[in-house]
C-alpha cells in the first residue's frame, strides 16, 4: 500500500519569506514523488518531482522540494514567497513498483501569501 | 504541451438523471484516470483505464461506471445521479510505464441537486 500524508490543511506566510509545505509518505521501497498546484477553479498543474539520485529537486515558479529517506519526508519549498504562489497545493506518491501509475495523492494544503 | 480537456466546466443535474462527463487527451497517453476532488479528502481515485476497451476500479467505483472506446477519449458515467456526488471531477492521462506525471484537465464541477 502506498499513501501520503499533508499535515497542515493550511500554512500562511508573508510575501518575500521563505515557505514550506510538508508532506511524508509510507510506500514499500523506493518512491516517485510528486507536487502539484491547483489555482482556484483549475486542474492540477505538475510542479516536480523525484525519482531517484540527487535529494533536492528543484521544479516550476521556483519551487524546489527534498526527499529525506530516514524521514519519509518530501517538503515543498521556495525560498521568498510570491502572493501568486497563493494556491492549493498537493503531494502525491507513486509506487514504482507497480506498472499501472495509479498515484496516491495528499488531503492538500492550502497556502495564503499575505502581501 | 500535453492538453486534457473537459467537456463542461460546470455541470448542474437533477438526482436520478445520467450523467456522462467525457475527457479528450492529445498526447497518445496509454493511461487515463477519474479522480473526484472533495474538501479536506484531497483527490480520489474512481476509475483509470491504461488501454482502450480496459478499466480497472480505483478506490471509490461504487455509483460510477466508465468507458474508452477510444485511447484519447475517457468517460465517466453516473448511472443515477446522487447528491452525494456533488463534486469536482478530474481527468487525467500519462504515458504508461515509468516515473512520469500525471497530466490533469480543468475539472468539472457538478452539482446534484
Known amino acids: 500500500a502506498q499513501s501520503v500524508a499533508q499535515p497542515e490543511d493550511q500554512v500562511n506566510v508573508a510575501e518575500g519569506n521563505p515557505l514550506t509545505v510538508k508532506c511524508t509518505y509510507s510506500v514499500s521501497g523506493n518512491p516517485y514523488l510528486f507536487w502539484y498546484v491547483q489555482y482556484p477553479n483549475r486542474g492540477l498543474q505538475f510542479l516536480l518531482k523525484y525519482i531517484t539520485g540527487d535529494n533536492l529537486v528543484k521544479g516550476s515558479y521556483g519551487f524546489e522540494a527534498e526527499f529525506n529517506k530516514s524521514q519519509t519526508s518530501f517538503h515543498l519549498k521556495k525560498p521568498s514567497a510570491l502572493v501568486s504562489d497563493s494556491a492549493l497545493y498537493f503531494c502525491a506518491v507513486r509506487n514504482p513498483r507497480y506498472n499501472n501509475n495509479d498515484m496516491r495523492f495528499g488531503a492538500g494544503t492550502r497556502l495564503t501569501v499575505k502581501p | ?113
Open chain 2, 1 to 113: 504541451d500535453v492538453k486534457v480537456t473537459q467537456s463542461s466546466r460546470y455541470l448542474v443535474k437533477r438526482t436520478g438523471e445520467k450523467v456522462f462527463l467525457e475527457c479528450v487527451q492529445d498526447m497518445d497517453h496509454e493511461n487515463m484516470f477519474w479522480y473526484r476532488q472533495d474538501p479536506g479528502l484531497g483527490l480520489r481515485l474512481i476509475y483509470f483505464s491504461y488501454d482502450v476497451k480496459m478499466k480497472e476500479k480505483g478506490d471509490i467505483p461504487e455509483g460510477y461506471s466508465v468507458s474508452r472506446e477510444k485511447k484519447e477519449r475517457f468517460s465517466l458515467i453516473l448511472e443515477s445521479a446522487s447528491t452525494n456526488q456533488t463534486s469536482m471531477y478530474l481527468c487525467a492521462s500519462t504515458i504508461q510505464e515509468g516515473p512520469y506525471e500525471q497530466y490533469f484537465g480543468p475539472g468539472t464541477r457538478l452539482t446534484v441537486t
